[in-house]
């Protein structure tokens, strides 16, 4: 069976995860963690690679920088690639890295033409490196930049036009920027072009300590809130069935908790398959 | 227009510190991108010196962490390579007055990372007595880290490996200590000063012959089958062809 719903997977949950048998399920991990040369850690992404459908979901390539992507970086992701051949490879519309520092973080910048020329000229050498198509996916944001030329989704839209990506869409990180921005996010939803899209990001978000939900941080350290599932739904109306994951990185629970917001994605998008069908 | 380097390059030194003022870093939200990296750093540090996290208390070590974290930025978005200069930073702190050990103690958890990452080889399986004929082609497998310690961080780290930990004073004296993977699972002992004068010359491309005569030179009196066959339990040794760089 295609994937269809997925989980994030977390060393802790490596025996469940091997074990269950349930159709469609499928993995993801940050391919940082696994840039290993040896040992239990390669061990892990040979089993759930050879068990399921992989994805490789990078945290690292700082593709919104002023500068090439790190070749060293990009080598240790193509090995990856090529030895556990997984179904998607994606990064963040983001940066992280200026010179010799990195920031473990998904930091933004303005939307200028300038910027779109970079990011296409960085994603073509990313494909280029990997022999193979990426997605890249929409960020969380916490401040207003002035000097926006583009919208996001027009931004996003003419990255797929220029580079022949995909586009991984986190409504998480959807509902999280609009509620912090104040713009209207299944506007947002519906100006993406839906036939890139290729990956789908659920995940749980949580009110800052000291300003309330007047912002909010992408924590993936709760369970997806009701307002990410009605934009989930509205945007898998549109898009029809798409490999969709519940991440999980903090406060994780058991297997089969995650299991079950995993099984309510997968329910939305058979639904959406039978309307397809019908 | 905005130029996408320079807006970085203020970001950064907004991050850092440096420049407080400005339309973004008024912001509420900005706090965001100067406590996440921070805390992935922590965390990091967290994951790979968990031995000094036990010894320290997790307060008391995200507080030390937070500053190493500031002074040393990730040159890598590969984490598990992340403080290799906390041992070094720990040595030179003034937590170091109170706890000379602790450097040392960093060091062995450092080892233990750097084992469990290292390549996958066939560790050699034979008998000792079998082993004459191989003997030049003998080298050290990959997952084997060894170090001279001026201070009884062995003691110290190995007692603290289970929760609760039984108080312990052990003799101020310097420890050796071997970090290998046998069967994949990670074994971290105390060795003796002999056994580091036979690893040493192994690390330097010494032949086994060469460096079992280092070993007994230095140490007349050691047990040199006891070492031999101890390595090759630990899964410390391996032919010379067997390692085949895959990373």
New interface residues.
Partial sequence: MAPTAGIGLKPEHLDAALRSSVDGLWFEVHP??Y?????????ILTAISEARPLSLHG??L?L????DPDPT?LR?LR?LVDRHAPFLVSEHLA????A??????L????R????LQ?IADNIDQVQQGLGRAILVENPS???????H?WDEADFLSELVRRTGCGLLIDVNNVHVSAS?LGYDPFDYLDALPCGAIGEVHLAGHSD?P??GA??L?DSHDAPIAEPVWALYSHLIARTGPVPTLIERDDNIPAFAELMVERDRAASVLAAVRETVNA | ?????R???E??DA?IGSSMSG??AS???????RN??LK??ID?LTANYPTIDTLLGNKAFSAVASIYALQF????????DYGAEFADFLASSPLADDLPYLADVARIDRLWTE???????PALMLDAAAVSSLADRIVLH??SRHLWLDSPAATIWLAHQQSPFEAIEPAWTGEAVHVT?PE?TIAVEKVSAADIVLLDALAGGATLPDAAAAMLTAFPDADLPATFTRLLNRGALMLADAFKE??
């Fill in positions: 940082e963690n840039m290993v040369a040896g040992g239990r850690r390669a061990a945290v690292g700082s919104a920088s002023a500068a970086h240790r090995a940066w992280s890295r200026i010799d520092t990195c920031f473990p973080d930091l933004p910048f303005p200028t033409g300038q910027a970079r944001l916490y401040v207003a930049i002035d000097g030329a912090n800052d000291v300003h007047a912002l941080i | 227009m905005l130029d996408l380097a807006f970085q390059s970001f950064a991050i339309a973004l912001q509420p939200g900005f706090a965001v991108y996440t990296p992935a750093a990091a930025r990730p040159v890598s978005p590969v984490l598990n084992v469990f990452v290292a390549a996958d080889a990959p997952a993977r994949g895959n990373r």
